[in-house]
């Protein structure tokens, strides 16, 4: 029996731990590609470095996004199904906070089946839904405010300000930048593609 409790316990800190971390590289992804929508460069900041590191905190969000789920889903504490991680506002459990959960998933699923999928996608189409990365981030930042139970707490809810400040600011320096309008934010993503192909 103490077993299971200990185990229990785990998973529910192991849920909550990778909820916080998604949110902070999800974070760090979305101001990294408003960076780079921008094309802005230094001498000790190459754009190669934000295209790069993008890509690998995108995988990370990747990694800690399943490990939360799968943690979510496996713990038991309160009924939640796997059918109600990609299927939203069907949940028993808080229906509209996991539901948001959900959508955040089904974004991020989106956009990388579209990348693995893009050589044989038109290149509208690709960019379109790669556009919901940019959607994703504030879905999932409700949903970790709405069900999470460090909501609450003072720590988290610091960090989730820290996100929106950090999100905004990116938005308005973006928006300033030379060449700015809410029409040229384009997804980094799309960055990467051109910087593959040699452009």
């Known amino acids: 029996m103490s077993g299971t409790l200990a185990s229990t316990r785990a ?12 949110l ?31 890509r690998n905190l995108s995988l990370l969000v990747l990694v800690f ?6 943690t979510t889903v496996v713990d038991g504490y309160v009924p939640i199904r796997w059918l109600d991680a ?21 974004l991020l699923l989106a956009v990388l089946v579209t990348s693995l999928l893009r050589v044989r996608l038109g290149h ?10 940019y959607a994703c981030w504030p879905v999932a930042l409700v949903h970790g405010l709405g069900t999470g139970s460090d909501a609450g707490h003072a720590w988290m809810l610091a960090a989730a300000a820290a996100a929106a400040v950090a999100v905004l600011a990116a938005v308005w320096w973006r928006l300033g930048a030379p060449n ?10 799309e960055e990467v593609a051109r910087h593959g192909r040699g452009r």
């Open 124 to 133: 509208g189409a690709w960019r379109a839904v790669h556009w919901l990365a």
């Open 180 to 189: 700015g309008s809410v029409a040229a934010v384009a997804p980094l993503s």
């Open 11 to 22: 998973l529910w800190y192991l849920t909550r731990g990778s909820g916080a971390v998604t």
């Open 86 to 106: 990609v299927v939203p506002f069907r949940s028993a459990y808080r229906p509209l906070w996991l539901g948001l959960g959900a959508v955040a998933l089904d």
């Open 24 to 54: 902070v590289l999800l974070t760090s992804t979305v101001v990294l590609g408003i960076t780079n929508s921008a094309r802005w460069a230094s001498p000790r900041w190459p754009r190669f470095v934000t295209e790069r590191l993008h």
């Open 65 to 70: 996004l399943a490990l939360h789920v799968v």
